[in-house]
């Protein structure tokens, strides 16, 4: 009876006369349901809003690097820009890592094709971070492939987060995907390389 129920429980009805008590039950979940929707959008654009700012935070550093090293640095020092705990330009190769390029990883031959293949340019990943960022702690992993020149070893940009699925969804995709192609750019410039 809802008019029972709304004498035993008045603040779960308000005013309201309550003729039927499972259409109401709808009619209340409905409407928070559609409350919540509204909310979780909203904190998405705004998510990947502030990540569309970064990107061109960082693609404007690139451009005004003075160096090869400070713009490796940029890329290197992009983490917290991408709400990742952790990020690498890996290079396949087996001499050392070039000096003055803290962040930069070497990593075997053929890891490029073993994790993209050889069409794709990019992948969110749930593992893998050991071989790629030197650490395990990582749940969400972006990683993009940097073609730099057609004589150059393979390489690779990679973000790992802590959180799961920190790297989903189009609109950050496609902001993680802009700044590699911006940063594989500022690379084949600094080395003076011919366009791809």
Request: aromatic content about 4%; some cysteine.
């Given at each position: 009876d809802g008019e029972l129920l709304g004498l035993l429980l008045p603040q779960r009805f308000g005013d309201a006369r309550v003729r039927d008590m499972q259409r109401h039950v709808i009619e209340r979940l409905s409407s928070e349901?559609?409350?919540?929707?509204?909310?979780?959008?909203?904190?998405?654009?705004?998510?990947?809003?502030?990540?569309?700012?970064?990107?061109?935070?960082?693609?404007?550093d690139l451009i005004d690097a003075r160096s090869f090293e400070e713009a490796i640095a940029v890329a290197t020092a992009a983490a917290p820009a991408f709400g990742a705990d952790r990020v690498a330009l890996c290079v396949e190769g087996e001499n050392a890592a070039p000096r003055g390029c803290e962040g930069v990883r070497l990593i075997a031959h053929g890891t490029t094709l073993a994790v993209l293949g050889r069409e794709s340019s990019g992948a969110v990943l749930s593992g893998g971070g050991e071989a790629l960022l030197g650490a395990s702690d990582c749940n969400s992993i972006a990683v993009f492939r940097l073609r730099i020149g057609r004589d150059t070893p393979a390489a690779l940009y990679v973000l790992g987060a802590k959180s799961e699925g920190r790297f989903e969804g189009e609109e950050t995709a496609a902001d993680l995907s802009f700044f590699a192609r911006a940063l594989e750019r500022a690379i084949r410039a600094w080395l003076d390389l011919p366009k791809l």
């Amino acid at each position: 009876d809802g008019e029972l129920l709304g004498l035993l429980l008045p603040q779960r009805f308000g005013d309201a006369r309550v003729r039927d008590m499972q259409r109401h039950v709808i009619e209340r979940l409905s409407s928070e349901n559609a409350v919540l929707r509204a909310e979780r959008d909203g904190l998405k654009r705004e998510r990947s809003v502030r990540l569309g700012d970064g990107v061109r935070k960082l693609v404007l550093d690139l451009i005004d690097a003075r160096s090869f090293e400070e713009a490796i640095a940029v890329a290197t020092a992009a983490a917290p820009a991408f709400g990742a705990d952790r990020v690498a330009l890996c290079v396949e190769g087996e001499n050392a890592a070039p000096r003055g390029c803290e962040g930069v990883r070497l990593i075997a031959h053929g890891t490029t094709l073993a994790v993209l293949g050889r069409e794709s340019s990019g992948a969110v990943l749930s593992g893998g971070g050991e071989a790629l960022l030197g650490a395990s702690d990582c749940n969400s992993i972006a990683v993009f492939r940097l073609r730099i020149g057609r004589d150059t070893p393979a390489a690779l940009y990679v973000l790992g987060a802590k959180s799961e699925g920190r790297f989903e969804g189009e609109e950050t995709a496609a902001d993680l995907s802009f700044f590699a192609r911006a940063l594989e750019r500022a690379i084949r410039a600094w080395l003076d390389l011919p366009k791809l």
